[in-house]
């Protein structure tokens, strides 16, 4: 398990009432053969307020990652605003973390200059950097593979160290783009629980693409469905379960209760 986070909080609390992330009518099209274009998007609306877990689930090619994308700044959308903290996003920004769909870890590096990859991309002060590399791998049980290559890693640890990289720059917004995908269930479910725990410890903002419904209840405040291409958002769950949440979490008739209920709208089976 992770050790505390305590000190490695340390932006100042964004001002009160202004949402990280707030879309509005958003759209994306995507060019595609001989002049025509796939609607990957929208519009949607999403408002992720401070402090707090938002997932969405939805199915395969659903415009998930493409939402992701555009939260991250990474592309522009064909229709809608977007703001970030109360200013248009219309870039990234290296107040945002990212975890990818794939690990993407460069194989040439070990976990340690992985780790330390945005260190250099942002230009950070090198010492203070490393130390904090050092410790979230110490925090998520990498210390020991610090000068390891991802390669002799297993996938849930290449997944740790992503995360680690993701965390490096102390964003005040963490996006997820199904970090566990890739994993076999009980990892998972041991490493969302650990990523649970980081989130509370570090106390920001977290926005979590899965297809995974379990995994979105156990982590979120709130968990958005979203239909099939194009993704628009179907219904908005308030996930009312207690904190810390842990193992014992998704035995409890509320969990269940809230499985069903986002299950019946995925699959359309509502009364
Ligand atoms: N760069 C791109 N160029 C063209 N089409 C794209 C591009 N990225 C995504 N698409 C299309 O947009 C749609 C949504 O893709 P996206 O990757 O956002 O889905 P997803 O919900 O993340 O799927 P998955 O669950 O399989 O990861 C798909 O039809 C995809 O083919
Ligand atoms: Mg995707």
């Not at 938002?54 to 994308?69: D, M, Y």
């Not at 194989?107 to 010492?127: F, Q």
């Not at 890739?182 to 989130?199: C, H, I, P, Q």
Request: neutral net charge.
């Amino acid at each position: 398990m992770m050790a505390a986070a305590g000190g490695l909080a340390a932006a100042p609390p964004p001002a009160a009432g202004v949402a990280a992330i707030d879309l509005r009518g958003v759209s994306k099209h995507y060019p595609a053969a001989a002049g025509t274009s796939v609607h990957a998007l929208g519009p949607i609306d999403l408002h992720i307020p401070t402090g707090s877990f938002v997932a969405v689930v939805g199915p395969s090619g659903c415009g998930k990652s493409t939402l992701l994308r555009l939260v991250a700044g990474l592309e522009m959308p064909d229709g809608g605003t977007m703001m970030r903290y109360g200013t248009p996003l219309d870039a990234p920004s290296h107040e945002v973390g990212i975890v990818f769909q794939e690990h993407v870890l460069f194989p040439w590096n070990t976990v340690l200059e992985n780790v330390l990859l945005p260190a250099d991309v942002l230009a950070l002060p090198r010492a203070a950097a490393r130390e904090r590399a050092l410790r979230l791998l110490e925090m998520t049980g990498l210390a020991a593979f610090a000068n390891h290559r991802p390669q002799m890693l297993s996938g849930g640890m290449r997944q740790r160290a992503a995360l680690c990289r993701a965390l490096l720059a102390d964003p005040r917004l963490l996006l997820l783009d199904e970090p566990f995908g890739a994993l076999d269930a009980l990892t998972r479910e041991e490493l969302s629980l650990e990523l649970s725990g980081l989130w509370q410890d570090l106390g920001r903002t977290a926005f979590l693409i899965t297809h995974d419904i379990e995994e979105a209840i156990l982590l979120s405040d709130r968990v958005l469905v979203m239909s099939p291409r194009p993704g628009r958002i179907r219904a908005d769950i308030a996930i009312d379960l207690p904190r810390p949440r842990n193992a014992d979490t998704p035995r409890l008739p509320r969990f269940q209760a809230l499985k069903q209920e986002i299950r019946d709208i995925i699959f359309d089976r509502r009364a």
